[in-house]
């Protein structure tokens, strides 16, 4: 809650609250995937991409949570190249299931509404998994998010 606030705050001294609130979680070994994941994105929003990369390096497990708030951070800040390989490091993680991958990249596809980005993510979706009901909802909110923003 406080991170949320702290991003919506979007000034120094928001920022300067979050990040030494992040700082005291990492020393007193107070984080958990829900605050980590609170953190990485309070960094993301108010642009502080390289201490949301540290901090993500630091998780030993990340879960598909993590990586979807990480690159739907990186979406927000314009870093599309950064999400890519974040998306690709996701996909070599043997734990996620390929429905679970695919279909946080394209949430987060439908959130920006880049047709050029979109494309090329969909150029890397299995044919396995083209009639899987998750991925073709989630292409479907894509698509209707490309078409309202344009």
């Known amino acids: 809650m406080v991170f949320k606030a702290c991003a919506k705050i979007d000034n120094e001294r928001g920022r300067n609250i979050g990040t030494q609130l992040?700082?005291?979680?990492?020393?007193?070994k107070l984080a958990?995937?829900?605050v980590l994941t609170s953190a990485i994105n309070m960094l993301m929003s108010?642009?502080?991409i390289d201490r949301a990369e540290q901090l993500f390096r630091l998780i030993q497990h990340k879960s598909v949570l993590i990586y979807t708030t990480m690159m739907s951070g990186y979406v927000r800040n314009d870093k599309l190249l950064r999400c890519k390989q974040c998306f690709q490091q996701m996909k070599q993680e043997s734990t996620f299931s390929?429905?679970?991958i695919y279909a946080s990249i394209l949430k987060i596809c439908a959130q920006r509404g880049t047709p050029s980005f979109y494309q090329s993510i969909t150029?890397?979706?299995p044919a396995d998994l083209c009639n899987n009901s998750q991925i073709l909802s989630a292409q479907i909110d894509v698509?209707?998010?490309i078409h309202h923003c344009n």
């Open 98 to 100: 390929k429905v679970d």
């Open 22 to 28: 992040v700082d005291i979680i990492i020393s007193e």
């Open 123 to 125: 150029d890397e979706i």
């Open 143 to 145: 698509l209707v998010s």
């Open 46 to 48: 108010v642009g502080d």
């Open 32 to 34: 958990n995937e829900i």
